[in-house]
């Protein structure tokens, strides 16, 4: 069967994704993707990207003609929707595909903020496809990560919504008043703490941080960490999540900032750097950032480069 001779519709909410059948194993890969690409430049599909590996060919659609009625929201009708190649098509029903088995899909990589949200979901145990920024199928209107989908058509971006979405459907969160109490935190680290932690420049480059110098934030939450393990005490929560992994990406990203002087904020970055889960999420790097907590903890000086990782 040549790759063009069956094709289906996906659909994840919007847009649609155009999927190809696999070629023949007597099919070499590289003309099989150059014939597709030809048939769409050639039919009445106007692709923006193009994927494809040795199990599928996928365009995401941004133009088709067809001949057909339009749905209430303005959309086509895509049942016997023929292209002028003279391909026949089907829709999926509604939200069919938009999360594989109803499994969260999660996007984003690693050296950006997604893997915090990954932290929180390994902490839960909740099952998640990763899968990557430039994946089609990205619901972050601006193309960024993390984003994430959930089952019955549900997308998010930004990492403080995503993380209250989880904790609101997996992790027990789901009253008004633990939403806020842990909400505050997670709106915090978002509005205040990443901008004294992330200098930037108008266009959105990281170029130092605000805590080289004393800081009247880092003294007010190094008091309130005394004597108490977690932000609310002594129970674990999405809370820790959200302010955690932003100070535990300054041993990361500035490794030669000491954070020496706040005892209890040290004590407590490192405490979330052991976790099982932040590992999980971390990998390698998590390897740094305890050992450069430790460096804190001794009042080693610092150095800008930390046993080659980063």
Not at 119 to 136: A, G, I, M, T, V
Not at 141 to 168: C, H, K, N, T
Request: aromatic share 10%; with cysteine; charged share 25%.
């Amino acid at each position: 069967m040549s790759v063009l001779d069956r094709v289906a519709w996906r659909e994840c909410e919007c847009p649609l994704y155009l999927i190809h059948a696999t070629a023949t194993p007597d099919e070499r890969p590289r003309e099989s993707r150059l014939s597709v690409r030809k048939a769409l430049k050639n039919g009445s599909l106007l692709v923006s990207t193009f994927h494809s590996n040795k199990h599928e060919q996928r365009a995401r659609v941004i133009k088709a003609t067809w001949g057909g009625e339009r749905s209430e929201t303005g959309g086509p009708v895509h049942q016997n929707l023929r292209t002028q190649r003279g391909w026949y098509t089907r829709r999926c029903a509604r939200n069919a595909a938009s999360a594989s088995s109803g499994e969260v899909v999660l996007y984003g990589s690693p050296g950006t903020r997604s893997p915090l949200v990954d932290w929180y979901l390994h902490e839960l145990n909740q099952p998640f496809e990763p899968r990557p920024p430039r994946d089609p199928s990205n619901p972050h209107p601006f193309g960024q990560v993390p984003a994430l989908r959930d089952e019955d058509g549900v997308e998010l971006f930004e990492s403080g919504a995503i993380l209250m979405y989880i904790a609101d459907k997996y992790g027990g969160v789901d009253t008004p008043e633990q939403r806020a109490l842990v909400g505050k935190w997670v709106m915090w680290a978002n509005a205040t703490l990443d901008s004294l932690l992330f200098i930037e420049t108008p266009e959105g480059r990281v170029i130092d941080t605000g805590v080289r110098r004393p800081t009247k934030i880092m003294d007010t939450l190094d008091q309130l960490l005394a004597g108490q393990e977690y932000l609310l005490g002594s129970n674990f929560s999405v809370a820790d999540v959200a302010v955690g992994s932003y100070l535990l990406y300054v041993p990361q990203f500035f490794p030669d900032v000491s954070l020496s002087k706040y005892t209890n904020v040290i004590r407590y970055m490192l405490s979330l750097a052991e976790r099982e889960a932040y590992g999980k999420a971390y990998g390698q790097a998590a390897i740094g950032v305890r050992a450069k907590c430790q460096m804190y903890i001794d009042g080693m000086p610092m150095r800008k480069k930390l046993f080659g990782i980063f």
